[in-house]
């Protein structure tokens, strides 16, 4: 069983940056692809990011691409968001999440473990 809690979350004014945390425990952390995926109010979850165990293989979503980086420290077992240039259409609950799959999963049913999220609101 691997437990997920993100970090990071907060106020930002337009175009400022924020960086997500997300520590797992009770797994092998290594071996998992972690995903990103957030909710807006009265929204479906979207997929917002992946990045495979190896760090080698990353997938974004067309809304983020060239503004967020997904990353990960496999040593320290944590994964990370880098937001930049933020919109008010970012602000969402943000959830990591790990998944057993390879490639590039970016469906919510390729997930087996979530976090609670973090709260990103973005400023105008």
């Known amino acids: 069983q691997v437990q997920l809690v993100e970090s990071g979350g907060g106020l930002v004014q337009a175009g400022g940056s924020l960086r997500l945390s997300c520590a797992a425990s009770g797994g092998a952390f290594s071996m998992y692809t972690m995903g990103w995926f957030r909710q807006a109010p009265g929204k479906e979850r979207e997929f917002v990011a992946s990045i495979s165990w190896t760090g080698g293989t990353t997938n974004y979503a067309d809304s983020v691409l060239g503004r967020f980086t997904v990353s990960r420290d496999n040593a320290k077992n944590t994964a990370y968001l880098q937001m930049n240039s933020l919109k008010p259409s970012d602000t969402a609950v943000y959830y990591c999440?790990?998944?057993?799959?390879?490639?590039?999963?970016?469906?919510?049913?390729?997930?087996?473990?979530w976090g609670q999220g973090t709260q990103v609101t973005v400023s105008s």
């Open positions: 999440a790990a998944s057993r799959s390879g490639g590039r999963p970016s469906q919510q049913s390729m997930y087996d473990y």
